[in-house]
């Protein structure tokens, strides 16, 4: 199915997957949630996308790392340690005899509410915990077509980018005009009129030998972001953190987004105006072999 840098190919083994719900295991059709929980009354609660790859999850300890962090932000006590957490999504991957080319959604709610409110203090019961675990391998991308949206990546005070809460309504309104647009994916500014991120991955722009991407105020903490900068810096590839606007993004020489599904895509147009040659250059991709590399070595 198309859908920009997270086009997948549909797989039939997951009409048959189990999915863990508070450390039960439920058939796909059976998988329910109260409709009291305050992830479905108000979006609260945080989330992790994790691959599974040759029976390894790629990057583990990030994004267990980054789930407890925006957990303590929102002040919710997910009721497992770390160890036991992964030993539950372990199981469920056990339980469904998975061992690779899996992409995994962990999502943990602060639970069960009293009454449809807001408050943390009617919620009744411990945090929600879902895994589900799919077969689902991305389908492979010529280049991504980005239209850049009036939706803004909005200050801290406001609603912190860097939490990643199953509040994405920014988001998601970006990535509606996007789509009527006619594009792939919605690149989004900052309150400055900066390039910030798009609306579900992160963003790149390759100018000469260098690479650019946002100055990460006003973006996601992006495991795959974070690792693409690693591996330009240990192989002596300039990479910089730094505000540029779109006049930058039209006149680069190559662009391309990431993200945890589909790792590195290229992107050959932003609002109508062809980067570069129009398809995947050269620096994109030894960075997409190098990171491939790292997902290896680790």
Same mark, same amino acid.
């Given at each position: 199915?198309?859908?920009?840098?997270?086009?997948?190919?549909?797989?039939?083994?997951?009409?048959? *997957?189990?999915?863990?719900?508070?450390?039960?295991?439920?058939?796909? @059709?059976? +998988? $329910?949630?109260?409709?009291? !929980?305050? #992830?479905?009354?108000?979006?609260?609660?945080?989330?992790?996308?994790?691959?599974?790859?040759?029976?390894? *999850?790629?990057?583990?300890?990030?994004?267990?790392?980054?789930?407890? @962090?925006? +957990? $303590?932000?929102?002040?919710? !006590?997910? #009721?497992?340690?770390?160890?036991?957490?992964?030993?539950?999504?372990?199981?469920?991957?056990?339980?469904?005899?998975?061992?690779?080319?899996?992409?995994?959604?962990?999502?943990?709610?602060?639970?069960?509410?009293?009454?449809?409110?807001?408050?943390?203090?009617?919620?009744?019961?411990?945090?929600?915990?879902?895994?589900?675990?799919?077969?689902?391998?991305?389908?492979?991308?010529?280049?991504?077509?980005?239209?850049?949206?009036?939706?803004?990546?909005?200050?801290?005070?406001?609603?912190?980018?860097?939490?990643?809460?199953?509040?994405?309504?920014?988001?998601?309104?970006?990535?509606?005009?996007?789509?009527?647009?006619?594009?792939?994916?919605?690149?989004?500014?900052?309150?400055?009129?900066?390039?910030?991120?798009?609306?579900?991955?992160?963003?790149?722009?390759?100018?000469?030998?260098?690479?650019?991407?946002?100055?990460?105020?006003?973006?996601?903490?992006?495991?795959?972001?974070?690792?693409?900068?690693?591996?330009?810096?240990?192989?002596?590839?300039?990479?910089?953190?730094?505000?540029?606007?779109?006049?930058?993004?039209?006149?680069?020489?190559?662009?391309?987004?990431?993200?945890?599904?589909?790792?590195?895509?290229?992107?050959?147009?932003?609002?109508?105006?062809?980067?570069?040659?129009?398809?995947?250059?050269?620096?994109?991709?030894?960075?997409?072999?190098?990171?491939?590399?790292?997902?290896?070595?680790?």
């Amino acid at each position: 199915m198309g859908f920009g840098a997270h086009s997948y190919q549909d797989d039939p083994r997951n009409n048959d *997957i189990t999915i863990n719900i508070n450390g039960e295991l439920f058939a796909r @059709e059976d +998988a $329910k949630i109260s409709v009291f !929980d305050s #992830g479905f009354i108000l979006g609260d609660g945080v989330w992790e996308g994790l691959r599974l790859h040759k029976g390894k *999850i790629a990057f583990l300890q990030q994004h267990m790392d980054r789930l407890y @962090e925006g +957990a $303590k932000a929102l002040d919710m !006590d997910i #009721g497992l340690t770390q160890q036991q957490l992964i030993g539950r999504i372990n199981e469920t991957l056990n339980a469904n005899g998975m061992s690779d080319g899996v992409h995994i959604r962990l999502m943990v709610t602060r639970g069960v509410k009293a009454t449809p409110y807001q408050d943390p203090r009617v919620t009744i019961s411990p945090a929600t915990i879902v895994i589900i675990p799919e077969y689902k391998a991305s389908t492979p991308s010529s280049g991504m077509n980005l239209f850049t949206v009036h939706v803004r990546r909005g200050y801290p005070d406001v609603q912190d980018p860097k939490l990643n809460s199953h509040s994405k309504l920014n988001c998601i309104f970006a990535c509606i005009q996007a789509t009527k647009a006619g594009a792939d994916e919605a690149l989004m500014l900052d309150p400055h009129g900066f390039v910030a991120t798009c609306n579900s991955t992160h963003f790149f722009i390759v100018k000469g030998e260098e690479v650019w991407t946002s100055s990460g105020d006003y973006c996601l903490g992006g495991i795959t972001r974070g690792n693409v900068i690693r591996v330009c810096r240990e192989n002596n590839i300039p990479v910089f953190q730094k505000n540029f606007s779109l006049t930058d993004v039209y006149s680069a020489d190559e662009a391309f987004c990431t993200g945890t599904f589909a790792g590195l895509t290229p992107v050959i147009s932003v609002d109508g105006r062809t980067i570069g040659d129009g398809k995947k250059g050269a620096m994109v991709d030894r960075l997409n072999k190098l990171y491939h590399q790292l997902i290896e070595s680790e």
